[in-house]
């Protein structure tokens, strides 16, 4: 997927089909030109740090650049912490031997974690990955982890915190495992799994919200939507409000206007933009792209799921023996072959 959007970023000029997907994704407003490669440019940087540095499977050390995919949660112990919005944290008990396989189609993850894991406490949101309901349930979380180091500052008289940056987590949840190991990725009406499975896929098969683009290589474009959470992905910072912020990897930004649960807007949150529909949506409604000058953190080329149909879509096209492309409406129709 990466590859694929990559080539097509660097064609000169886009095809018609790349700019078709330009143009829902990223450019769709009045007087926005789909064929303006600069507003592109971040999110060309972004598959070209990707393929850099995680195209290579290593089972050997790792580095604060790599990422490390987890099939299993059973590392998470609920210490009875909460942050400061009394939402859950729970502590990483990866052992410095540990090591971890997933064996799963199309991905075989072997890493030795000595000296990677964090000791940190993580805001995982376990509920959405094991028994969440509706619009809350989840099929993967990223965490770029650091290691949390304490030292005696004599001159400040006080204990100092030092946080060293490890490999970015991705967490595939359980439920989700299940389902690919099971169902080989085909999408079918079917899904004995679990409840939260049946739900999740009639959603992406026939939901008035989701659309046929968005069940492509649903495993493929969830992890290349995580990964594009990593830090070695993106990394910037920002002066606001009189300080130095830092932003690493993209976001899953909100669509302005929108709500979760629209019969009780004040208790809700805005929704992500999630799939074909919100993405296009967030693209007419959010922020203006920019590309790498003047970017904006709410914009579409910092929203994950933006990113992951723009690569997937981009596969479909470059498919060599049955090219397709994604309509208007997100339904996947064939490209007829010229005579």
Known sequence: MADSAVRRLNQDPYD???????R???????????????????????????IEYYRTETTGPLDQHDIIIYCDDSRYEDRGRRDSLRRKLYYDTCKP????????????????????ATNTHVLYKKKTCHDGLMETVALAVTYNAQWESEEWDEEQREVVYNYEDRPTQIQICPWFIDWIKNKEYKLSNDVKRSNIGRYIIKK?????????IDAFSLLDKVLLHEMTHGRSVWEEQKFINNEWENF???????VPGTTLVPFLPFFSTPRPAYGWKWAGDLARKGPDTTGLHGWDPKAPDHNADSIALFGSACKLLDDPDKPRRVLDDGRI???????
Not at 248 to 254: A, N, P, R
């Open 97 to 116: 031997d540990d090591v971890t396989t997933g064996p799963i189609p199309s991905l075989l993850v072997l890493i030795n974690l000595s000296h990677i």
């Open 16 to 22: 018609e089909h790349t700019v078709d997907l330009i």
């Open 204 to 212: 992406v098969e026939g939901n008035q919200w989701f659309r046929q």
């Open 333 to 339: 129709a064939i490209i007829p072959r010229r005579q």
């Open 24 to 50: 829902h994704l990223f450019l769709p407003k009045d007087g926005q030109d789909p064929n303006d490669r600069g507003k592109m440019s971040k999110v060309l940087r972004i598959f070209d740090n990707i």
């Open 248 to 254: 690493e990897g993209t976001l899953d930004v909100t």
